[in-house]
């Protein structure tokens, strides 16, 4: 169970065509990312598949058959909203029962149901609280065990942790992987969290304006990144990307190096460059490197604590296996 | 306001306005007090001697002071119940979108800005006149005897008339419950399953409950005093069929020149408007804490 296809799936609102048509297959069992820029169509796509928007063009097929039109009750997939969407007046119980009740499944069952949904997710606390009485964290895990009782062929998730601060989401982004060891349910997931993608997926789609540029896994993507926009968007700090007679050198129109890829020198090296701010997080730092004749600032990553003051000449040396080298067009060259 | 002193200084602040307000309710108050115990006709000048409860006993052993009673819950209840109901479903009709939505909603408005006797009259005059009223000219297309509406049923038609010109008020404070509802919300039941009728009775109407409770509230302090209407259509008639408490009031006080007895009137009136107020309170009023 849970196994969806795109064949050719587009949406148009009014004139604007947000998602071109558009191929995909999500295995079933499979984590898969949706990431890219704010408004590349990521939410757009999630509420095609869930059936929220109608399809302008194309068939959206779940486990084999055409569910282009059914409706999004019918489809067997379970959404977790990034603004929870919980019900206000009901119980975080009422809640959660809410989909069984629709269902008019047995009392019994409702309720093994719902405790063991309440066990996983923590919730046995504050099962007859309402949302309002919540912290943001809890009301994330009632929206879903609201989600994981109709046992749904897949989950779909809008940015569920945009709403919480830095410690929680790390949290958050742990149990959803845990419930997705456990329950082996495909799950589609959307952020522009970078960390989020890279930790949770087995499969991340890297969209732009409603294009798939890439789909991958996450080491396949940050690896060999197919063309500049994957390049640029996968990996934190961004590669550094080098035009001009450096890459003629090298044959092609662009290069790329990532920041970790890069050693530093205070006496010799391939480039020559100063100091600008460095980021000192402790495990790593980063520096800003300028004047280098290359790019306006190379962003350089060095483990542990190195001692370079802000106007300090530097060297920088590129790893020559790990450079990325793109064509006129920006698609890669291997 | 947390502190004690912000809360002092809070209390002296309103302080002027409170004993204002309370001036202006406790004079007339007051004297409608004094005047209940008293005998006084206007039509017998000279001394007005105190007769203690006699007045109330007139009023409350009145035969009409029972049926106005009953007619009153009767036009508040039936008001409310149309103007919710319908409320509620206009509200819904006008949430989707359509076609000139702007010019749509000013026209439903419309009601609310006509004045209680002229659109009493025009109902009476253009509507439900037997003769030459729209509905009678319908009832004769249809083949049908005319109705006189106002003869016949004159507090349904005294009902209908009401609910005509409130119906736009509940319908805009509903509609802008209405709007406030959240889209995710309600496409979060739609996956859960729910189709239109669970969602309208699981989200739309407890989402609306505080607005309703504001409407009933709203709307009950406003028609326990229905009086226009009455006056320019039915006078109270046939009988006393169509008097309410205050159009009771206003016939022992002015039409019999009994200023002692509509006193007295008055006094039971805000008395039975206190219970229906408590009643209401301990009914919906915890809607209203969130
Ligand atoms: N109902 C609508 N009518 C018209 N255009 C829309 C509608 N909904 C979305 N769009 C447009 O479609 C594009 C994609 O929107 P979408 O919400 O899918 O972006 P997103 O990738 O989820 O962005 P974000 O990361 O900011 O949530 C945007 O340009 C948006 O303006
Ligand atoms: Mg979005």
Not at chain 1, 3 to 25: C, M, N, Q, S, Y
Not at chain 1, 59 to 75: L, N, S
Not at chain 2, 15 to 23: E, H, N, T, W, Y
Not at chain 2, 149 to 175: E, M, N
Request: charged share 20%; hydrophobic share 45%; aromatic share 8%.
């Amino acid at each position: 169970m849970g196994r969806i296809t795109l064949d050719k799936v587009a949406k148009r609102f009014g004139e604007v065509e947000v998602i071109p048509p558009l191929d995909l297959t999500i295995e079933e069992g499979e984590f898969v990312v949706f990431v890219g820029p704010s408004g590349c169509g990521k939410s757009t796509l999630l509420r095609l598949i869930a059936g929220l928007e109608d399809v302008s063009g194309g068939q959206i097929r779940i486990d084999g058959k055409d569910a282009t039109e059914t409706p999004p009750a019918k489809r067997g997939l379970a959404m977790v909203f990034q603004s929870y969407a919980l019900y206000p007046h009901m119980s975080v119980r009422k809640n959660i029962a809410f989909p069984l009740k629709m269902a008019g499944m047995p009392e019994d069952e409702q309720k093994r149901r719902i405790d063991n949904a309440a066990k996983v997710l923590n919730l046995t606390d504050y099962i007859d609280r309402r949302p309002g009485q919540l912290s943001g964290g809890q009301r994330q895990r009632v929206a879903i065990g609201r989600a994981i009782v109709r046992e749904p062929a897949a989950f779909l998730f809008d940015e569920p942790l945009s709403n919480l601060d830095a410690a929680l989401r790390v949290g958050m982004r742990l149990e959803i992987t845990e419930l997705h060891a456990r329950l082996k349910t495909t799950m589609i997931y959307v952020t522009h969290d970078q960390v989020e993608a890279m930790t949770m997926a087995d499969k991340i789609v890297v969209l732009r304006a409603g294009h798939i540029e890439q789909v991958g896994s996450p080491l396949e993507l940050y690896r060999t990144p197919r063309n500049l926009f994957v390049a640029g968007f996968i990996g934190s700090p961004k590669m550094n990307l080098i035009e001009g007679s450096e890459a003629s050198k090298h044959g092609c129109k662009t290069i790329g190096i990532r920041p970790e890829h890069i050693s530093v020198s205070a006496t010799e090296g391939m480039w020559k460059g100063r100091v600008g701010v460095s980021e000192h997080l402790g495990s790593d730092t980063f520096f800003y490197v300028h004047d280098t004749g290359l790019a306006d600032d190379m962003t350089v990553r060095v483990p542990g604590e190195v001692e370079l003051k802000a106007g300090d000449d530097v060297y920088l040396t590129p790893d020559m296996e790990k450079m990325h080298r793109f064509d006129d067009s920006g698609l890669r060259l291997s | 306001m947390s502190t004690q002193h912000s809360r002092s200084a809070a209390r002296l602040m309103i302080s002027p306005s409170v004993i204002l307000l309370l001036a202006w309710m406790i004079i007339p108050l007051s004297l409608t007090l004094y005047f209940s115990f008293l005998r006084y006709n206007l039509l017998m000048p000279g001394a007005n001697p105190f007769v203690g409860f006699e007045n109330y006993t007139y009023f409350l052993t009145d035969p009409a002071f029972f049926s106005a009673l009953t007619n009153t819950l009767v036009l508040v209840g039936g008001v409310l119940i149309i103007t919710i109901v319908g409320g509620v479903l206009l509200a819904l009709l006008l949430d989707q979108p359509m076609w000139g939505q702007g010019i749509v909603r000013i026209l439903v408005i419309a009601p609310f800005f006509v004045m209680p006797t002229v659109s009493a009259l025009v109902w009476k005059n253009m509507f439900m006149n037997p003769v030459n009223g729209l509905f009678a000219y319908m009832a004769k297309f249809l083949g049908l005897q005319p109705f006189d509406f106002l003869a016949h049923a004159p507090l349904a038609s005294i009902i209908l008339i009401v609910s005509w010109q409130w119906l736009p008020f509940a319908t805009l404070i509903l509609l802008t419950a209405m709007q406030s509802l959240d889209s995710e919300r309600m496409e979060a039941a739609e996956m859960d399953g729910a189709g239109p009728l669970a969602r309208f009775f699981y989200m739309v109407v407890p989402h609306l409950s505080r607005a309703i409770t504001v409407v009933i509230l709203i709307q009950t302090i406003f028609l326990l005093s229905v009086f226009a209407e009455i006056l320019v259509t039915t006078n109270g008639g046939p009988g006393t069929s169509s008097t309410n408490l205050t159009y009771l009031v206003y016939a022992q006080s002015l039409l019999n020149f009994d200023v002692g007895g509509g006193s007295a009137g008055g006094v039971v009136a805000i008395i039975l408007a206190n219970i229906v107020a408590i009643f209401l309170m301990r009914m919906i009023g915890k809607n209203l804490d969130a």
